[in-house]
């Protein structure tokens, strides 16, 4: 069964410094890959998406993802975080795009 | 503007009433979802429409009864509410031709007292 693990429950970082957000999934073949991000008392918010083709991806707010196939992984990062990064960051896998599974989610802090 | 669109945005109720969150989409999209996030955080998927049709639904209480009357609206109806029902929910929507991702409504916080 496809499953996806985000190891780290809370990060905190200060403005300005390199975040990496951990993701591994659990999947036989590549999956569709996402991150989401989730600003409090808001919805979800598409930050980018993997399906195929070059390994690192771009997605808005200056983020970006790798997608490593040999460790199952998909890490987020951003070369420099800013205060209105603080938010809740999902991780998210499915065989299909209308069947994803969440990551149980990493909360940011940003430190001034 | 284009989106997900739930209503209520909070809802405050007691233990066994009934009540009904609403979501409509217009972005054109043949799917629609109910998830469901703890005080954790944590989403759980609880139902998926395909142009109407059941597609998914998950091991959910079956006081819990999705409802879409058409594919731009997939309403979420609860019976007989419990403390434990208390929750953020949220409605989603996703193109299966497109493969953008799901488009997340704001959310409807339910809190049973």
């Known amino acids: 069964a496809q499953s996806v693990t985000q190891p780290d429950i809370h990060i905190t970082v200060s403005e300005g410094a390199s975040l990496e957000l951990r993701c591994n999934y659990s999947y036989g073949a590549t999956p569709y890959l996402f991150w989401y991000v989730q600003s409090p008392g808001q919805g979800l918010q598409l930050l980018l998406k993997y399906f195929s083709g070059d390994t690192l991806v771009q997605g808005i707010k200056g983020f970006e993802a790798e997608f490593k196939r040999s460790q199952s992984s998909f890490n987020l990062r951003k070369p420099s975080v800013h205060w209105s990064d603080a938010a809740e960051y999902f991780c998210a896998v499915g065989p299909r795009t209308d069947k994803l599974i969440f990551g149980t989610g990493t909360r940011l802090q940003v430190f001034p | 503007d284009t989106a997900v669109s739930q209503t209520p945005k909070y809802l405050v109720t007691q233990m066994g009433n009934d009540k009904s969150i609403k979501c409509e989409q217009n972005l054109g999209h043949d799917t629609m979802y109910w998830y469901k996030q703890d005080s954790k955080k944590f989403l759980k998927i609880m139902f998926s429409y395909n142009n109407k049709e059941l597609i998914i639904n998950e091991t959910v209480p079956n006081r819990f009864s999705p409802k879409s009357p058409d594919k731009a609206h997939l309403n979420l109806h609860i019976n007989s509410l419990e403390l434990g029902d208390s929750a953020v929910y949220f409605c989603?929507?996703?193109?299966?031709?497109?493969?953008?991702?799901?488009?997340f409504g704001s959310g409807t916080r339910l809190t049973v007292v």
């Open positions: 989603a929507s996703s193109s299966q031709i497109s493969g953008a991702g799901y488009t």
